[in-house]
């Protein structure tokens, strides 16, 4: 019986293959990683996209409140008279409630800041869902403040309470809110109207103003009261701060 013999297949080289071979064979490894380089392409545009989307998303929401009315929407419509108010600058008038700068703290829900376009801000220290804004005119309120002690102390030749940078700040806060506001109300001049029998006179003693309701204003914030306050006089711990409620409630109890 005879019997073939066998021998093991030769295993072709890449030189064995023929060029039109090697070029298809390129020619799908390159598409191969053509694929690839596409798909993580792709991954990586549709990401940058996801995070372009969100970021207009917040600048718009940003620029929502920056081109409102107003936080409030509080109307100019009380009609206000130029006062003649010389009232000293020791009068008790500075220390009414009305004009304690402090009412103007708030603690506001993260929800309702996002939805009004706000910018973040510190938690308040009594509720994480909430975050501590102060409503601009009861800062500039403070700026008046921090002016008129200057110059009390000034007068009574006492040290200041305030370093000058943060009394050069108000003046600063002043003189943009002066600017942001341009308010364009006439002011009439001369010994005319209100000031006929006055012997020194100023202009536009008299003439009506449209204003804004302050109250309404304080009103909010009292509603929305971060309950802040800082004594001057003394030192007392940042949370304790926080403890000055308007309606005397006590929201610490729940957090301690």
Known sequence: ????????????????????????????VSLARLRKTVYALSVLLGIAVVFLILLLFQIHNTQTFKEGQSYLDLPRNIPTPIPHDDRTIDD???ESPEYDFYTGWLALSNDHAQEMGLPTSMEWPWDASKGVYIFHSYHSLHCVHVIRNALMEFRDNKDQT?????????LHTLREDITCNADDTPRYAGHLHAQINYTEFSSGIGQVRMCRDWNKLRQYSIEHSACYRRPLDRYIPLLDRYKNCPDNSKPWETRE
Request: hydrophobic residues 35%; negative net charge.
């Open 1 to 28: 019986m005879f019997f073939n013999k066998y021998e093991p297949l030769k295993r072709e080289s890449f030189e064995d293959v023929s060029e039109l071979e090697q070029r298809h064979w390129i020619e799908q």
């Open 92 to 94: 008790p008038m500075w």
């Open 162 to 170: 305030w370093p000058f940078s943060h009394v050069t700040h108000c």
